[in-house]
C-alpha cells in the first residue's frame, strides 16, 4: 500500500510512522505538515506545507495512495472555539475532501478520542463529532479511531511539555492499566498496526475505540 500520514511528528504520528516504516504490507510513506520529521528512511518522503488549509499546491503529491492516517491534532486547553474547530476541523475536511477527489474509495483513518459526540457539552468533543459526521460522509472508506489512554512507545513522544511529565509520571502503572482496564488502553504502536490491518482488510465498524484498535493490531498478517 501507499500510504500518506498526515501529522507525523506528534506522538501518535510517530507511532503511526514507526510502524508504517517496518511493516511489509506498507511500500512507500508520504508524511505531510509544516515540519520535518527528522527521520530518513527507503520508503519514506516528505513534504513540508505550511497551510494545511488549502492543500492544491501538493495535490500532485497526494494522488495515486490507497490509505491517509490523519494524526495531526491539538489540545483544546486554553483554545476558543473558533481556533480549535479551525485546526480539528478544518485541517482534517481538507484533507479529507482533497483526497476524496484524488483518491475516491481509498481509506482515511482519522484519531479522534474517546467521548467524542457532536451533541455533547464538552467543545471538543463536539467539534470532533463535527468532524466524523463530516468525513463519513465522504467517498472515502473513512474509519474514526478513538483511543481513550495511550501509551508512547519505542521513543514516541508528545510535543506538549505537561503530556511528556504526565506519561513519564504514569508510565510506570501502564502495565496495571493494562490489566484492570483492557477495554480503555492503548500503545501508539497498537494504534499504527491496527491502520495498517484497516488499510489492508478493513474493519467491521467505522468508530473504534480502544479494544477494538487492539484486537485489529492483534489481527495483523
Avoid at 527507503?42 to 488549502?54: C, G, I, N, Q, S
Amino acid at each position: 500500500m501507499k500510504v500518506i500520514v498526515f501529522g507525523a511528528t506528534g506522538m501518535v504520528g510517530q507511532g503511526v510512522l514507526r510502524e508504517c516504516l517496518e511493516d511489509d504490507r506498507v511500500e512507500s510513506v508520504l508524511t505531510v505538515g509544516r515540519a520535518p520529521t527528522g527521520r530518513s528512511h527507503p520508503k519514506l518522503r516528505e513534504v513540508t506545507h505550511a497551510d494545511l488549509l488549502d492543500l492544491t499546491p501538493i495535490e500532485d503529491d497526494l494522488a495515486g495512495h490507497d490509505a491517509c492516517f490523519f494524526c495531526l491534532g491539538v489540545s483544546s486547553a486554553g483554545m476558543s472555539e473558533e481556533d480549535y474547530r479551525r485546526v480539528t476541523y478544518g485541517y482534517t475536511l481538507a484533507a479529507g475532501t482533497t483526497l476524496a477527489r484524488l483518491n475516491p474509495g481509498s481509506t482515511f483513518v482519522y484519531v479522534s478520542g474517546a467521548g467524542t459526540d457532536a451533541g455533547g457539552r464538552a467543545m471538543w468533543a463536539r467539534v470532533k463529532g463535527a468532524t466524523e459526521e463530516a468525513l463519513l460522509e465522504l467517498p472515502l472508506e473513512a474509519y474514526m479511531f478513538r483511543p481513550g489512554y495511550i501509551q508512547p512507545v519505542h521513543g514516541a513522544t508528545s510535543r506538549t511539555r505537561w503530556y511528556r511529565l504526565a506519561y513519564v509520571v504514569t508510565a510506570p502503572l501502564f502495565p496495571i492499566l493494562r490489566r484492570v482496564f483492557p477495554a480503555s488502553v492503548t500503545t501508539t504502536e497498537r494504534i499504527g498496526q491496527a491502520m495498517i490491518t484497516v488499510a489492508a482488510t478493513g474493519a467491521p465498524e467505522r468508530i473504534l475505540g480502544p479494544a477494538a484498535i487492539n484486537a485489529l493490531a492483534a489481527a495483523r498478517t
